[in-house]
């Protein structure tokens, strides 16, 4: 008999170990990704009606010269960052490179993204604070 598990299940770590831990967020990640893709599009649309259209429509979701979608910007970098490295360990774990050390490899990739996403914020931030 087949068991089935609903979605809830994933945030069940009690014994689980860190793989279980960054499969799930994987998968988390991967939905905020797509999900913020189709916000994306449906805003991008907009410029089919013409820049005043547009331009009425950001200015209406947004406010104030550093909006609440610079700190949403700030999480999405975070969720990108954490899905690439996660899925790069993935991949090199399918190939049979870190098997053995596979809690390390986690800490590792991740370690070496929030390095790489501080790298990544710095430069946003004198980007926004120079105009």
């Known amino acids: 008999m087949e068991s089935k598990v609903g ?10 170990g860190i793989g279980y831990f960054g499969y799930t967020f994987q998968r988390l990640s991967g ?8 916000l994306h599009y449906i805003v991008l649309s907009n410029l089919l009606r013409g820049p005043v259209t547009y331009n009425e ?5 947004t406010y ?19 899905h690439g490295a ?5 991949a ?18 991740e370690a070496v993204s929030m390095v790489v996403l501080v790298v990544f914020l710095y430069y946003a931030w ?6």
């Not at 429509?57 to 979701?61: A, L, N």
């Not at 870190?98 to 986690?106: A, E, P, R, S, T």
């Not at 004198?126 to 105009?131: L, N």
């Open 57 to 61: 429509i950001v200015g209406s979701i």
């Open 86 to 90: 996660n899925g790069i360990r993935l």
């Open 31 to 38: 939905i905020v990704i797509v999900l913020y893709l189709y």
């Open 64 to 82: 104030g010269p550093y909006d609440i979608f610079v700190a949403f910007d700030v999480l999405l970098a975070l969720v990108i960052f954490y």
């Open 7 to 16: 979605i809830l299940e994933w945030f069940r770590f009690k014994g689980k």
């Open 126 to 131: 004198r980007f926004i604070a120079v105009g």
């Open 92 to 109: 090199l774990n399918e190939m049979g490179v870190g098997l053995k050390h596979n809690k390390l490899f986690f800490f590792l990739f």
